[in-house]
């Protein structure tokens, strides 16, 4: 059995800052169990694009407000507490941040620990791993 705190792993490498983002990463590849699951907090008047190419999410928002939009096809969705959307294909998008929005999300694979956005929006399929 696995037993982590999100406090406790906020003080540790599990958690990944970007510009626009934070990220902590409580269950890894490592872990083996076939998914990763992070809280994500996402900053206030933030844009970010995103592509995962090498991932699937879903996302579930816990807390905040924005807006999600799908670049193939132009459709905004409001993002609110109690709102889940799943990148089911691979879909770029990009997320719009009204109100500071916390996040839980799963990723499948799973990410190893340290990923940030590349240039074209996507995580790396490997990347550097987080310990413990």
Aim: charged share 25%.
């Amino acid at each position: 059995m696995i037993v982590r705190t999100l406090e406790e792993c906020r003080k540790t490498d599990r958690l990944v800052k970007a510009e626009t983002w934070d990220s902590c990463r409580l269950a890894l590849k490592s872990d083996n169990m076939g998914f990763s699951f992070h809280i994500t907090t996402l900053y206030s008047g933030t844009e970010t694009p995103i592509h995962y190419q090498n991932h699937l999410e879903s996302v579930y928002i816990i807390s905040g407000e924005g807006e999600i939009e799908c670049v193939d096809d132009g459709k905004v969705y409001r993002l609110a507490p109690g709102t889940m959307y799943l990148l089911d294909k691979h879909d770029r998008h990009i997320l719009r941040v009204k109100d500071e929005i916390t996040c839980a999300c799963v990723f499948n694979p799973p990410l190893n620990g340290k990923e940030v956005h590349d240039a074209s929006g996507a995580y790396p399929l490997e990347a550097e791993t987080v310990e413990g």
